[in-house]
């Protein structure tokens, strides 16, 4: 009795680690999507996130390398190999490179928040989901501007997004929506690690008995 219910107990504990590991942070760190963080309270999940770290993990969807030794290109008046940071001007030049940023306007505004429909729109972009046909309507009821209409919808059917009345395409994007868009995008190929187990109780329960 005393094993059967250790036995119980140790697939509990590798069902709860195995949950654990499928959490969209760990998915997109150990995709290389975003840093990988000692805790969950350091990613700031409920923060605003900014321009420059939706691009910076738009270009990772992408599979892009960011190389170690890069001069700036001065596209943006408001990027230079120091500031905001010393990596901002590389990705977003990259990104401009391949098309998920434009290079019309002289600044970027790295340090800008970001809102949900530009965030999706940039994120299904890099991940090439933004394809065919142009959408032309959508179920959300707050979403009336062409491309909003067009990026939700393609979304909805991809299940990048979820169904509902609304979807406040012009809210500021918080660090966990956005996290959330991007592991549905890469999720299907970020999988490699053990995130799904198989038990056999059975054989934990002879392995117990030779003990």
Known sequence: ???YIFALLLVSSLLATTAFALSNWDILAGSGIIVKQETEEWYRLNDLILRQEVVWMAIKVNWQTLP???SCRWFYQ????????????RA?????DIWLVSRENTTFRPEDRITKAEALAMLMNAAKMN???VSTTTSFTDVTIPWQV???DKALKLGVIDW???FSPNKDATRWEVFEMAVRII?????SGPTEWEFDFQDILDILEGL
């Open 131 to 133: 394809t065919g046909a």
């Open 150 to 152: 067009n990026i939700t």
């Open 68 to 70: 170690e030794n890069y």
């Open 92 to 96: 977003v030049e990259i990104a401009s």
């Open 187 to 191: 999720k299907p190929n970020a999988e």
């Open 78 to 89: 408001d990027l230079t190999s120091t500031r905001p940071n010393n990596w901002a001007c």
């Open 164 to 166: 509902g009345a609304t």
């Open 1 to 3: 009795m005393k094993k």
